[in-house]
């Protein structure tokens, strides 16, 4: 069974930096793309950005662009989100996500705030 555990979020001033993790395991992780979502209180989950197999393409929300950035490690089974210039707004719980065969799967999140 694929297995996605995030990490890294917590409680950061405006302006400030996070970077989260995806540690992966029980599948090849270097043969999927990988994505990050987020989803704020009383609002949908929304694609935040994504970062192909072997981490030479990456793609980004409009909100996050300039600020945010995907990567992977596919030797440590890990992608990461490094999250700069950080806004009240961009507060929420943080997903990875991969498709496997046609299934999707989800870690269980990790809650980033931005307050003062």
């Known amino acids: 069974q694929v297995r996605l555990v995030e990490s890294g979020g917590g409680l950061v001033q405006p302006g400030g930096s996070l970077r989260l993790s995806c540690a992966a395991s029980?599948?090849?992780?270097?043969?999927?793309?990988m994505s990050w979502y987020r989803q704020a209180p009383g609002k949908e989950r929304e694609l935040v950005a994504t970062?192909?197999?072997?981490?030479?393409?990456?793609t980004y929300a409009d909100s996050v662009k300039g600020r945010f950035t995907i990567s992977r490690d596919n030797a440590k089974n890990t992608g990461y989100l490094q999250m700069n210039s950080l806004k009240p707004e961009d507060t929420a719980v943080y997903y990875c996500?991969?498709?496997?065969?046609?299934?999707?799967?989800w870690g269980q999140g990790t809650q980033v705030t931005v307050s003062s």
């Open positions: 996500k991969v498709v496997v065969f046609g299934a999707v799967y």
């Open positions: 970062v192909t197999s072997a981490g030479g393409t990456t």
């Open positions: 029980r599948f090849t992780f270097s043969n999927y793309p």
